[in-house]
């Protein structure tokens, strides 16, 4: 349906109302005036009926014309009124407007046979004889009781019409004036109902549209300022409402996004509703993206597939361990429950993955480590005791045997020791880096490079090995001392363990970007690719049988790792079969490291 102003139907309806009242008190002023003019008019004409019949009683009497034509002239007036004299049976006397021998009986007349049932008799009707509409009065006059004839007046009735419509335009212009007068009023009514309107309508626009910080200002009208106020009251509770919703969202979101556990929430449909930071990055996937994904679209795994499925089916909360390669492999913990609203109805499930690849790397670290620290400390302890039992058993009884087992037991209780010694290191070194009691000083790099050159001489020279030190004279670095110390003396005792005669090893160390690179370089056996990248585990070795040879314990390269580790720096190792080996150390220089 076609919509209508306000303004126009307020006006529309003031104006109809105006026009009818108009026309309802034209027609209703001008009937009453009309039947009032006529009741006058009657009045009137039957004052004048009498008078005529006191005057001609006489004469009617006597039906007497000549004593009538004598009176006639005194009561014949100057206006319009016609007077009719009419005998009883209705033959008329005189008539001062036609001639009366010409004119019908009028004992029939209406008016003269009201007038014997209630004197004076009316009627309006059509006069043929004066072609209009007259108001007829007719009175009886009696003598002695019996009636000698009748008086009829009567009056043009046009006059009458004549003033009640000189009445009526009165009435239709004083009526114009008050429409022109109501149209105004319409006008104004019109305005100052939809004014206030318009701007709460233009208000209650930006309220829908979010925009809650504007109050509809207050009309002056009762209603609408109640209106206004209930409004603006509206406005600011859903204000506060949507404020407080929001922050509940916030809180939620950053209650999950500052999880380390990743969470899913799933729809009855198994689409993703919602994911935190830490799930999104387990999956590697972008948060904003995959809403309304499905889980397989997320990542490919059938378990995790089901454990959701059997969620949405079941009811009842899932865990499982479940191993995904994306993009790596990452073991995780998964626990699914059912996702509920206030009236516990199943909406969806929610899932909470937790990334336990580390612990389990770590459990799977100890279990070897702990196999290998038995093994290798095995292999000694066997030796030892065997040949003890041997000298119990009557090698001591022979000198040449009895020195060559006590040798063997003495190397291998060196080996015990140093692998014990080793061990005790590498735990020390995890245990003071882990709680940051590290030592660290401002040390000359120089100096603590030529200690561990020192130290390494005697058996470089043994194989007579050039040892050359490479290294600008005040490089100072923040370091702690002896474990710089340490972890230099196993690379070059490596490196001169593992080089032939006559070669040459070269120390060196500098100033790259922030770093320092301390390097060890030899010309030696080098390693075979396959081992580099797991080199510095502990207990790694590329050729087990001639490591122990020479007396090497497998730990060598782990100390090193964890030495630049306590330091926050790393290390690395460039080698080919053949062609040498260079181990790298890098520690950071930066403020707390140099000056
Ligand atoms: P080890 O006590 O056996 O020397 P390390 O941890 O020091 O133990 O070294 C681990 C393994 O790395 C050694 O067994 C050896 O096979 C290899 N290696 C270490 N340094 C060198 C090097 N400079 N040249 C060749 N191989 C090396």
């Known amino acids: 349906m076609k919509k209508i102003r306000l303004s126009a139907q307020v006006f529309l309806t003031t104006l109809f109302i105006s026009v009818m009242a108009i026309i309802a008190t034209t027609w209703y002023a001008s009937s009453l005036g009309r039947s009032f003019y006529i009741r006058q008019t009657t009045a009137n004409l039957q004052q004048r009926a009498e008078l005529i019949a006191n005057i001609l009683k006489p004469a009617l009497v006597a039906a007497d014309t000549t004593v009538l034509k004598e009176k006639w002239p005194l009561i014949l007036t100057q206006d319009s009124t016609r007077v009719t004299v009419i005998l009883p049976g209705g033959r008329v006397l005189a008539d001062n407007f036609k001639n009366p021998a010409v004119m019908d009986n009028h004992i029939s007349r209406p008016e003269i046979v009201n007038s014997l049932r209630n004197s004076p008799g009316t009627g309006i009707r059509f006069s043929h004889t004066v072609q209009r509409d007259m108001l007829y009065v007719a009175i009886p006059v009696r003598a002695g009781g019996e009636l000698a004839g009748f008086v009829r007046v009567a009056r043009d009735l046009s006059l009458i019409e004549k003033t009640i419509s000189a009445m009526q335009w009165q009435i239709i212009r004083a009526g114009s004036l008050i429409l022109i007068l109501t149209i105004i009023a319409g006008f104004w009514v019109a305005r100052r109902i939809t004014n206030p309107l318009a ?155 937790n990334n336990i690849t580390r612990l389990r790397n770590l459990e799977r670290g100890r279990r070897e480590f702990v196999a290998n620290v038995s093994h290798e400390l095995r292999t000694p302890l066997t030796s030892i005791k065997g040949f003890v039992e041997a000298l119990h058993e009557g090698a001591l009884d022979e000198p040449e045997n009895a020195r060559r087992f006590l040798e063997i037991i003495y190397r291998q209780t060196n080996r015990l020791i140093s692998i014990l010694e080793d061990l005790l290191t590498l735990s020390r070194l995890e245990r003071e880096g882990g709680q940051d009691q590290v030592d660290f000083r401002m040390e000359n790099l120089k100096g603590i490079m030529e200690n561990a050159m020192q130290i390494c001489e005697f058996s470089a020279e043994k194989k007579q090995i050039a040892l050359h030190l490479e290294c600008p004279d005040n490089l100072l670095v923040r370091v702690n001392g002896p474990l710089v110390e340490e972890a230099l003396v196993n690379l070059v005792d490596n490196a001169i363990k593992y080089s032939p005669e006559n070669s040459r090893v070269t120390i060196f160390a500098i100033k790259k970007n922030k770093k320092v690179l301390i390097g060890v370089q030899d010309q030696g056996q080098g390693i075979p690719e396959a081992h580099l990248n797991r080199i510095f585990e502990r207990f790694y070795r590329v050729d087990k049988a001639r490591s122990r040879k020479m007396g090497g314990t497998g730990l060598g390269l782990a100390i090193v790792k964890h030495i630049a580790q306590v330091h926050g720096g790393s290390v690395s190792v460039e080698s080919q079969t053949g062609q040498g080996s260079l181990f790298k150390i890098y520690l950071p220089l930066n403020d707390h490291l140099t000056e």
Do not use: C
């Open 199 to 353: 701007m709460i309508i233009h208000g209650v626009e930006k309220f829908s549209s979010g925009i809650f910080s504007e109050k509809l200002p207050e009309p002056s009208t009762l209603e609408m300022a109640r209106l206004t106020q209930t409004l603006n009251t509206m406005a600011r509770q859903i204000d506060e409402k949507i404020a407080q919703i929001e922050r509940q969202k916030y809180e939620q979101q950053s209650v999950l996004a500052s999880m380390a556990e990743g969470v899913i929430a799933f729809d009855t449909e198994g689409h993703v509703l919602s994911i935190n930071k830490a799930a999104a990055r387990l999956f590697n996937v972008k948060r904003k993206q995959v809403d309304g994904w499905l889980l397989k679209q997320l990542v490919k795994n059938e378990e995790l597939e089901n454990l959701v499925v059997a969620v949405l089916e079941t009811h009842r909360p899932q865990e499982s361990e479940i191993t995904i390669h994306v993009p790596t492999e990452q073991i995780l913990n998964v626990r699914v429950s059912p996702l509920q609203d206030e009236q516990m109805r199943v909406i969806g499930a929610l899932m909470v993955l």
